[in-house]
């Protein structure tokens, strides 16, 4: 069976926003580091970058061809991005006879079956079947294999199953600011999310390394008959508390008490300081991370801030955009912003890991998906979610210069690693060998002289210390990806280097 990778050809040209360096400043800029400002968020360990399976395992799953490409493309270490993290979604399932959602990969089935609800009661019983989510079980399972061990999977939820919910649809309430679980339904549903938590550790031999119940809950986004995706209300306080201590009370039960309960997956890194501070007492005493969304929002320090405050780890835990950055940027409008957000992020919240939403958000395929159509080809010249596009009919992935952009983060800065918050276009990274990593992109058209000012580290890396470069830019069919580059040497002061135009580079410095 023959597999292949083929890389986007470039589409349409556009013109893209500037951001980054100072327009027209042909100057030398000044990037500092300094190691007093390395991350102090779980212990200022770095635990990796990762992804969310859904939906896009849900689509390939079924090809074994997609998912073992998807796997080497998305989880290798040495050759591919050597994503870490996978978040698995635990679909609540939507009422059969409901055929509302478009998209060929966001019904996501839930393993219940024969659901009963007492009318007198209101309480509900189900039976399952495993059978279901088979899909994204296969590229879990082929991503873990990839990967090997350290492998680090969390749980999490869009919605309750259907017959859980006030509007009977798992897609949202009908009024979309208003709960959509059941004031009886807490306990069934943490039930629910533990039952197929212990049957993965006892079946599978897939045991989350931690569960989050809910996905961008404070928000009015999700609606009864929505054709996009499953999602649910909770509101902050009260009822985001009661499903946090009602599945921690569940997996106890079970003997999975070591498995880390986190939340609570805000979309806005704003909205997740309020509902953290609105959570009640028992609540935070059973999560051990804080995840949120960086969609919108701008107090990152003040949630790092929060966080540290409340003793717990930080994981930005779900972003991505279809958004440019660099002025005439073609192909590389898409990585560049993308390598603008990654900075961001890490920068302003020094989390321990960045999740990318999906690597996958298109599909090309003639004949479609359970009835739906698949949206096709990106723009490559424009703005696009995800990294790379599953062709069906071909069997075959084909990557963009985001992809790129991504592995010039994901492959040279580790688990275990530390981040060292940097003002500016650069992110820094140090390892307990003491070797430093750095990002720098540029989005300017013209080359970019810089100055890597590292003397607050001392002697740590003196004069003629070699530097190792990679860089990632231009085109799929004529650019760089991944290249290595001649190395460079430090000087007194650190190092003095050229950006090329719109340019993502890596810079590694051994340690002592």
């Known amino acids: 069976m023959r597999r292949r990778i083929k890389q986007a050809a470039t589409l349409l040209a556009g013109v893209l926003l500037m951001t980054g360096f100072a327009k027209g400043d042909s100057g030398m ?4 580091v ?7 968020v779980n212990g200022g360990v770095f635990e990796g970058w990762g992804t969310s399976l859904c939906w896009w395992a849900n689509r390939i799953g079924y090809s074994d061809v997609l998912a073992q490409l998807a796997a080497e493309a998305f989880c290798d270490p040495e050759k591919g991005l050597g994503l870490n993290i996978l978040r698995y979604n635990i679909g609540g399932g939507d009422d059969p006879s409901h055929d509302h959602i478009t998209r060929t990969d966001s019904m996501m089935p839930g393993f219940w079956k024969n659901p009963r609800v007492f009318p007198i009661t209101g309480a509900c019983v189900w039976d399952y079947d495993w059978t279901q989510d088979a899909n994204q079980r296969n590229v ?3 991503c873990m294999d990839v990967y090997g061990d350290g492998m680090l999977v969390e749980a999490f939820s869009n919605s309750p199953p259907y017959f859980m919910t006030e509007s009977g649809c798992s897609s949202g309430a009908k009024m979309p600011f208003k709960n959509n ?4 339904a807490y306990e069934a549903f943490a039930k629910y999310l533990a039952d197929v938590t212990e049957h993965f550790a006892k079946e599978w031999g897939i045991r ?15 609606q009864a008959f929505s054709k996009k995706q499953e999602g649910c209300h909770f509101d902050p306080g009260p009822s985001q508390s009661r499903i946090l201590v009602a599945l921690a009370n569940e997996l106890k039960l079970r003997g999975l008490g070591d498995i880390r309960i986190s939340g609570t997956d805000e979309t806005s890194i704003d909205t997740q300081t309020l509902s953290l501070t609105q959570l009640s007492d028992e609540a935070l005493a059973v999560i051990s991370r804080v995840d949120t969304h960086s969609y919108a929002g701008s107090g990152r320090e003040f949630l790092r801030s929060q966080t540290l405050l409340r003793g717990k780890n930080l994981w930005m835990s779900e972003v991505d955009g279809g958004d440019t950055m660099g002025r005439n940027a073609g192909e590389m409008g898409a990585a560049l912003w993308l390598a603008g957000r990654i900075t961001e992020d890490l920068n302003g919240l ?7 939403w999906q690597v996958i958000d298109s599909h090309i395929c003639r004949n479609g998906y359970l009835g739906r159509k698949d949206t096709g080809m990106v723009n490559t010249e424009g703005g696009y979610w995800g990294t790379a596009v599953a062709d069906h009919d071909r069997e075959e992935l084909i990557l963009t210069m985001k992809y790129y952009a991504l592995g010039q983060y994901t492959r040279y800065i580790r688990p275990g690693s530390r981040l060292i918050a940097v003002k500016g276009p650069a992110v820094a990274a140090i390892d307990d ?3 430093l990593t750095l990002v720098l992109y540029n989005t300017e058209p013209e080359e970019q002289p810089v100055q890597i000012d590292l003397s607050a580290f001392g002697d740590a890396y003196p004069a003629g210390r070699t530097v190792r470069r990679i860089r990632t830019s231009g085109t799929i069919a004529q650019g760089e990806h991944w290249t290595e580059l001649p190395a460079e040497t430090t000087d007194e002061k650190g190092l003095k280097t050229v950006l090329a135009p719109h340019s993502i580079t890596t810079f590694q410095i051994a340690g002592k």
């Open 350 to 356: 020094t989390p321990s890991a960045w999740i990318l």
């Open 34 to 40: 300094d190691p007093a400002d390395a991350s102090q």
């Open 433 to 435: 060998r003491q070797d």
């Open 208 to 222: 989350f390394q931690s569960i989050s119940p809910m996905n961008e809950p404070n928000t009015s986004y999700w």
């Open 29 to 32: 800029k000044t990037i500092t």
């Open 140 to 142: 879990l399972e082929k």
């Open 181 to 184: 679980l059941k004031e009886n």
